[in-house]
């Protein structure tokens, strides 16, 4: 019999692969927008050349790796955590036979592996076939790849985590994960390569976790800079992440135990 945490795992990949039409819709969704982003930066970089170290392939690439990646890092959308705060379920998991951020991290990782089966490599196999596509020289860098598209993955869910259990003080965290959404797409390369930034934002971006989420995977597929560097700095991020998660869980339980449960 498989222990709770892998168990756990297969019932995320499970749960989302059971929503087979909004899968599909999501998937259609990302092709278009891909379309519209590719033309854009294509566009740019057709008329000024290399901008950055990105020439035309390397752009398409990284069009078609954040569009996968999109619903594989899941930006959007992670509200379990404060809807149980707010319903008070949150003492129901807190009483189960098991670490609360450990079962969710679990669940999110099976969810991730549905989103790269379905929702990654689809999209980038789509871009490949119509676009010139920067394809990894060394066979190593697949392994570090999805080595980074996981870090990246726990990366998020430690920024997740902690913005949900803000609910414990907020209740409503609507707000916090709104901003977020608009914050993160912009500052973790989503919607353009930080490479394009003016210097004192790269500076200033190295030293949060934001470029883990995106741009980090995407710079390990195009072999941009020291792939075994960006792992390092996305697991110390990773950790840090977690670590601060289950500081702030421990003191939002303490918070219901003093308020009576």
Not at 87 to 92: A, E, R, S
Not at 213 to 236: M, N
Request: without cysteine; hydrophobic residues 55%; proline residues 5%.
């Amino acid at each position: 019999m498989l222990a709770p945490y892998p168990q756990l795992m297969v019932a995320g990949y499970r749960r989302y692969a059971s929503y087979r039409q909004a899968t599909l819709a999501g998937l259609a969704t990302n092709v278009v927008f891909g379309l519209l982003r590719a033309a854009v930066l294509a566009a740019v970089v057709t008329q000024r050349g290399t901008v950055a170290g990105y020439d035309l392939p390397a752009s398409i690439t990284y069009v078609w790796l954040g569009q996968g990646l999109i619903t594989v890092v899941m930006l959007w959308g992670d509200q379990e955590l404060a809807r149980r705060v707010r319903t008070g379920d949150v003492v129901i998991d807190l009483g189960r036979p098991w670490d609360l951020q450990a079962a969710m991290l679990a669940t999110d990782l099976g969810r991730a592996g549905h989103a790269v089966a379905l929702r990654l490599l689809p999209p980038a196999a789509f871009g490949a076939l119509l676009f010139p596509f920067r394809w990894p020289e060394r066979p190593t860098t697949w392994v570090l790849f999805a080595a980074s598209v996981g870090l990246a993955v726990v990366v998020s869910f430690g920024i997740r985590f902690l913005l949900n259990a803000s609910a414990f003080w907020l209740l409503d965290v609507r707000g916090v994960i709104a901003v977020w959404g608009v914050v993160g797409g912009v500052l973790s390369g989503l919607v353009l390569p930080l490479a394009w930034f003016p210097a004192w934002a790269q500076a200033v971006l190295r030293w949060t976790p934001f470029p883990a989420l995106f741009q980090s995977p995407i710079d390990v597929f195009t072999e941009r800079g020291d792939a075994v560097g960006v792992l390092a700095t996305q697991l110390v991020w990773a950790v840090l992440l977690l670590l601060a998660g289950r500081t702030v869980l421990a003191r939002g339980a303490g918070r219901l135990v003093v308020q009576g449960g």
